[in-house]
């Protein structure tokens, strides 16, 4: 399915200053972690510093990654499931 691609689209255009999956909140003086989860987007947690947020991302988008892998076994090829189920956000994404 197209939004299996989707999942590794990388918009560095529209992420701003901030690592991956991390966004700044002016007032709270916080960084949030968040991910689109079929188009809409999923806060994982706020944290003092952005590189908690941006580990906090990493878990939530490799298990999300996982469970799509999971979900669509039986109807992708076993190369794609292998590389779903090993995939790694990189710090430099």
């Known amino acids: 399915p197209q939004f299996i691609n989707n999942l590794f689209?990388?918009?560095n255009k529209t992420r701003g200053k901030y690592l991956i999956g991390v966004t700044f909140n002016k007032?709270?003086?916080k960084f949030i972690a968040q991910l689109n989860i079929d188009n809409v987007?999923?806060?994982v947690?706020?944290?003092d510093n952005e590189l908690d947020a941006f580990f906090a991302?990493?878990?939530a988008k490799e298990d999300y990654?996982?469970?799509?892998?999971e979900k669509y076994k039986d109807q992708i090829p076993e190369k794609l499931y292998n590389?779903?189920?090993?995939?790694e956000v990189e710090i430099d994404d």
């Open 57 to 59: 991302y990493k878990k």
């Open 27 to 29: 007032a709270r003086q």
């Open 65 to 69: 990654i996982k469970s799509v892998a």
């Open 83 to 87: 590389v779903m189920m090993n995939y």
């Open 9 to 11: 689209t990388k918009s």
């Open 45 to 47: 947690g706020i944290f």
């Open 41 to 43: 987007k999923k806060q």
